[in-house]
């Protein structure tokens, strides 16, 4: 099976931009999770998609939002981009509450 | 609110030598306990996983963790490591099946190997 990818690997943006990351879990997997990490924060949890609805959400402004489609691949959106936004963004899919992880986003915010 | 603390944010062994890296957690009832590595530029791969049952868990790469209970610890351990455990390592909490995939993370502990 393959894994989680992840697209694009990397990306530049500057503030007030905003940008869209895409995530295509494991084939039947249909819970989709999106974290965020940061030297200073570390990890943190943003949302849980399950069968195209979001099931969990973490503390993070309304910038920060996602979606899952009927294929079960997610996106995630940030508007108005901060330099705080920059990081690596993780996802991850699931099945029996193990979750596999893609190699990341690395968004660079100048 | 669940939360990981892991005590040691940077560790060094000596290859062959023996590892301990320690996790804590708060959580009201049984956890689903994780541990996962990070080498550099890469996503997280799982270690290994507590659900139930046996309180001694084995993990992929020789790891192996144990659940205690009393003393609210997850601690990673390996008998002999090898260079090529060079890397960071992250313990995790999840609140459970009914509530969906949403773990939280302890800081990091990150592994270096001594020749």
């Known amino acids: 099976k393959a894994g989680v990818t992840q697209t694009p690997r990397y990306l530049i943006k500057t503030r007030g931009q905003q940008v869209t990351l895409s995530c295509s879990p494991i084939s039947g997997h249909r819970s989709v999770s999106w974290y965020q990490q940061t030297p200073g924060q570390g990890l943190q949890f943003l949302f849980e998609?399950?069968?195209?609805?979001?099931?969990n959400k973490g503390n993070f402004p309304g910038r920060f939002s996602g979606r899952q489609f009927s294929n079960s691949r997610s996106e995630m959106n940030v508007s108005t981009l901060e330099l705080g936004d920059s990081a690596l963004y993780l996802c991850?899919?699931?099945?029996?509450?193990?979750?596999?992880f893609g190699p990341g986003t690395r968004l660079t915010v100048l | 609110a669940q939360s990981v603390t892991q005590p040691d944010i940077h560790i060094t062994v000596s290859e062959g030598a023996s590892l301990e890296l320690r996790c804590n957690y708060s959580?009201?009832?049984?956890?689903?306990l994780f541990w996962y590595v990070q080498s550099p530029g890469q996503g997280l791969q799982l270690l290994l996983k507590y659900f139930s049952g046996d309180t001694l868990v084995q993990g992929i790469k020789g790891f192996e963790a144990e659940f205690k209970r009393s003393q609210s610890s997850f601690n990673l351990r390996k008998p002999s490591v090898h260079w090529s455990d060079a890397a960071e390592y992250f313990c995790?909490?999840?609140?459970?099946?009914?509530?969906?995939?949403?773990?939280?993370f302890g800081g990091g502990t990150r592994l270096m190997v001594k020749p």
């Open positions: 991850a899919s699931s099945a029996l509450n193990e979750q596999f």
């Open positions: 998609y399950f069968s195209e609805t979001q099931r």
């Open positions: 959580y009201g009832a049984t956890p689903y």
């Open positions: 995790a909490v999840d609140s459970g099946e009914n509530a969906g995939n949403m773990l939280t």
